[in-house]
């Protein structure tokens, strides 16, 4: 078979039996979408992803609760487990007698303990991944970056923030004297996927790179936009490891690892689709995976229902994104024409980062439409491909 030339990374031992990066094959992961209280469907949602070929699932953890779950789930699955710390990174030391790898968001340590320096917190978080052997993933997201950040960049510029922030914590865990982690450079834009992890593999060519293009939405625009990523990065030699996002009903998560797989594979045989870069066209709706913190479990039939209802505007250039909860949600909506967040019963619609109101989850879409209507009058179709290149010039 053949194989992807890697760039060289160093090995980040992830439990007894997987290692991410070293040259070792690329670990594909994924994510349980259940409410991680519910430990039976949590714990047929991990076995499903193991059986679909996951090397490693994460779990998301935001409460005592949720880690007195996740303590049940691990005693009834085998594959490495991750946890999701978001807001919860001082649930930490809880966690991670459970957990072979921890994942916390660096523009997530902010919002809480505001007095505690940042670095105070990663130093807690080493010492907690120390103690029990666990790995570390430093997991930057375009919706939640760190404020300060966001601020020395212009507001047009999406990708330095990220990289910014990615290499701060590098050189925060370095300084440390940590080791066992990996980074994550996500983005819903599939060239500033590209482009952020490219800049931040010239400067920290060292560390195993996990690849992502976060909130890639529904199949087949959310594969595709996920694998001109991967194609362009994997082609590079860059990602030690990846996770497909896709907004599908929780029993068909196994379509994240199998499509990553088959990304690898495609890569590996020099079989590309994609082109150099990612032009959004037309109609570009964006919705998160959805994981246990899924404010409702209509979100994904919400998803679905946004992408069905607004089919008529594909011609035209409007992003509108679709998120499952408060976490990322109000972040990540602020940059598309137009957004909806779930809380439990209701649904917040936005029109940029300004809130239109909040509509039940069997009214918003009616709502969504009249404001889909409105920017279809304000934006001319796209211009017609021509028939073949030569009609262009006669
Ligand atoms: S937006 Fe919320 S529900 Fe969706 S994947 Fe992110 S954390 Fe999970």
Redesign the pocket.
């Given at each position: 078979m053949m194989q992807i030339q890697r760039q060289p990374t160093r090995a980040v031992c992830v439990g007894d039996g997987l290692v991410i990066g070293g040259g070792h094959p690329i670990a594909v992961q994924s994510?349980a979408?259940t409410r991680t209280q519910d430990v039976a469907a949590t714990v047929r949602q991990v076995r499903l992803l193991e059986a679909a070929g996951a090397d490693l699932v994460r779990v998301?953890v935001d409460s005592r609760q949720d880690v007195t779950s996740l303590a049940q789930v691990r005693q009834q699955t085998r594959v490495p487990l991750s946890v999701?710390l978001?807001e919860s990174y001082r649930l930490a030391a809880d966690v991670a007698p459970h957990v072979q790898k921890i994942r916390y968001n660096p523009g997530h340590l902010h919002h809480h303990e505001k007095q505690v320096p940042v670095a105070d917190k990663v130093a807690r978080l080493v010492e907690v991944a120390e103690r029990h052997g666990c790995a570390l993933r430093v997991g930057v997201n375009c919706?939640s970056v760190d404020p300060a950040l966001t601020e020395r960049f212009p507001a047009a510029d999406a990708v330095s923030p990220i990289v910014a922030s990615a290499l701060e914590h590098c050189a925060l865990l370095d300084r440390l004297g940590f080791a066992r982690y990996c980074v994550s450079l996500k983005d819903s834009d599939p060239n500033h996927v590209i482009d952020a992890n490219i800049r931040f593999a010239a400067q920290r060519p060292d560390v195993p790179l996990h690849l992502g293009v976060?909130?890639a939405g529904l199949p087949p625009d959310g594969i595709v936009k996920t694998r001109i990523a991967f194609e362009q990065l994997l082609a590079r030699g860059l990602g030690d490891t990846l996770r497909v996002?896709l907004t599908v009903p929780f029993d068909n998560k196994g379509e994240e690892v199998r499509v990553g797989r088959q990304i690898i594979a495609d890569v590996a045989a020099g079989r590309f689709q994609s082109v150099p870069r990612y032009l959004p066209q037309g109609l570009n709706i964006i919705?998160?995976?959805?994981?246990?913190?899924?404010?409702n479990e209509a979100?994904v039939d919400l998803a679905m229902r946004v992408a069905a209802a607004t089919s008529f505007a594909r011609e035209h250039r409007i992003t509108i994104a679709v998120?499952?909860?408060?976490?990322?949600?109000p972040g990540?909506t602020d940059g598309a024409d137009l957004g909806l967040?779930?809380a439990p019963r209701f649904v917040n619609l936005k029109r940029g980062p300004e809130l239109v109101g909040q509509f039940s989850y069997d009214e918003v879409v009616e709502r969504l439409l009249v404001e889909v209507r409105r920017l279809v009058e304000e934006r001319p179709l796209l211009p017609a491909e021509p028939a073949c290149p030569g009609a262009r010039a006669r």
């Open positions: 994510m979408a998301a999701d978001q919706g976060t909130e996002s919705s998160c995976p959805s994981c246990s913190r899924v404010e979100f998120m499952g909860c408060r976490v990322n949600g990540e967040w779930c």
